[in-house]
Every structure is written in C-alpha cells, then in structure tokens.
C-alpha cells in the first residue's frame, strides 16, 4: 500500500487533528496536510506527526476544494507518484482496515476510480446533532453518484478531471464525483472508512450548517439543472410559500391557518416515518424529524445566500460551524 498518498485537510481542528494523523502513523506512507489559517496549535501538530505541510496563502478565500487539490498537487509532485489519493478532514480518523480494503478493490476493480465507506461519529450519543450525522453517514452501500469529502480516488482520474473546483464553498465533492462520472464508476464499501468528531453541542453550530447545506442545493442545482430540485422546492415552500400563507391568512381568514399547521404537520410525520422504514428507532426518529423539518429554514436562507452571491458576483466564502 506504499502508493497512497494520504491528504488532511483542516482549521483549528487541535486534537482532533492528532487523534487523525496518529490513526495512520507508521505506514511508511506519504501525509499532506493542508491548513487553512489555524489560530491554534494544528500545524505544529502535523509537523510532529510527520506530514508534509502547507499552509493556504490568507489572502485568497478559503475552500475546502481549494485545500484538496493543494495538498494533492504536493502528493503528486513526489517520485514515485502515489497511485492513490486518500482525502479526510482534519476531525476524522481512519478505521482500522480501510486503507487496505479500499486499496485492494481499486487494485481488482479498474472500473472504478472513487471508493467510500461510513463514517462513523465517536461521540454519536453525545447530542441529537451527532447522532442525525451520524444517521446520515450511513447510507446504504454500492454504486453511487455522490458522496463526501473522505474518499480513496485513482491518481490519474483526479488529475484528468483537474482535481476540485475551488470556487464551490459547499457541495464541492458532489460536483467531483459527478465530474469523477466520465472516467468510471464509484462505489460504496459496506465498512467503516472514518471516526468523525462533528462536535457539534450548539443548536447554532446546527443551524449554520444547515445554512451551509442551502447554499450547497443551490450551488449545485446552478451547475447542474435539474439537481438538488426536490430539497430546493422543499425549503422554497415550508420555509417562505407556507410562512407567506399563513400571515395572508391571519390578515383574512385567521381559521385557515390550521390547515397551513396541518402541511407542516403531515410532512413532519411523513420525515419520521421514512426514517422508521430505513431502521431508525421510532423515538429518534421522531426527534430527528423534528429538526429535519425545522431544517428547511436555514436551508432556505443559504439558497437565498447563494444567489444574492451570484447576483452581486461577490466571493463565495465558507460558511463556517465550529
């Protein structure tokens, strides 16, 4: 397995960071890390680990694409070059056995160029934010269009599509692996690829990420018609069309706002009950509901985000929740 190259990418991820680069010391492997503006201690850590260094010039907005293709340019300049390109985030860990399995598949599957597993959250009970990631994570494996940022990738395919579109602040490793679509398949292993730390313990840290999520359907349904249409319609209609309704309503006919409270209602009992036919346990899914349906707000206002973005052609810049 000495032709993967692994790369992290990371901002004041501190602890985390170490726990990640420690879950694959000692493999004789090449470790880029990528920091973008840390005001903690990460970058020291990663020299202590051992990894190659690079720190994103401050000047330029920061993405999450931006940071993968830089530290893949440096995995790439190496001699030999690595065959393979491993990407986490900087709060994950690798799972005992991951590199090996995904390695061996690629090896024996040269139709595929992308492989992923589950990521899987340490402290999933910790708060409701952590367990509806971690419900999230684990989708069921085989073939699929899209996936998250931990991935093993071919080399060669990375370099033929020119890597990440820096430009994308979220949704960037959906537009990649649809991109990644040309050279070949992508797969999802049935098996734990990463230990993620969301650390989210703030109703805030949640709503902002959810933000993030919006701005993301947009992004992508701006690149590429048609998608993200059903999540974009959604938050349209219960987080503006509904609000409009029910306030027209109250101005002239104060009784019909029960039927708007019944819309809400029913599509939050038909979000749980989907969630109970995937295996959810009917308490948490319930929970969960909840705030999948309360979702469709801060969802609403990244889109809005996005486009006032596109029309004033100002920076997209990160949206940040820890």
Not at 16 to 44: K, M
Not at 68 to 91: E, H, K, M, W
Not at 139 to 151: A, H, S, V, Y
Request: proline share 4%.
């Amino acid at each position: 397995m000495d032709d993967i190259a692994i790369i992290a990418i990371g901002r004041n991820e501190g602890e985390r960071l170490r726990r990640g680069l420690a879950s694959i010391s000692g493999r004789g492997l090449c470790v880029v890390y990528v920091d973008s503006g840390s005001t903690d201690d990460s970058v020291d850590i990663a020299k202590a680990a051992g990894a190659r260094i690079v720190e994103l010039d401050m000047s330029i907005p920061f993405s999450a694409a931006r940071a993968r293709n830089a530290g893949a340019d440096v995995a790439l300049s190496l001699t030999p070059q690595p065959r393979y390109l491993q990407f986490i985030d900087g709060d994950c860990a690798i799972s005992e056995g991951w590199l090996a399995t995904a390695h061996d598949f690629l090896e024996t599957h040269p139709d595929v160029v992308l492989v992923t597993g589950w990521r899987e959250e340490i402290e999933r009970d910790a708060t409701v934010y952590n367990a509806m990631c971690d419900v999230e994570w684990h989708r069921p494996p085989g073939e699929i269009e899209e996936c998250g940022g931990d991935l093993m990738v071919r080399s060669a395919s990375h370099v033929a599509i020119k890597g990440y579109n820096p430009t994308v602040i979220a949704g960037e490793d959906i537009d990649y692996c649809l991109r990644l679509g040309t050279e070949g398949r992508r797969i999802l292993l049935p098996q734990s690829m990463t230990q993620h730390d969301v650390a989210m313990t703030r109703f805030g840290q949640w709503w902002r990420r959810a933000v993030r999520a919006g701005h993301s359907y947009a992004h992508i349904a701006d690149m590429y018609p048609g998608r993200s249409r059903r999540e974009i319609l959604r938050a349209v209609v219960y987080a503006f069309v509904l609000p409009i309704a029910a306030i027209i309503c109250l101005l002239i006919w104060p009784l019909a706002i029960v039927g708007v409270a019944a819309l809400y209602g029913v599509s939050y009992l038909k979000t749980a009950r989907g969630l109970i036919a995937n295996g959810q346990n009917p308490a948490e899914a319930f929970h969960h509901s909840l705030f999948l349906s309360i979702a469709k707000f801060p969802n609403f206002i990244g889109i809005t985000t996005f486009y006032r973005r596109k029309l004033r052609k100002s920076d997209m810049t990160i949206i940040e929740y820890k």
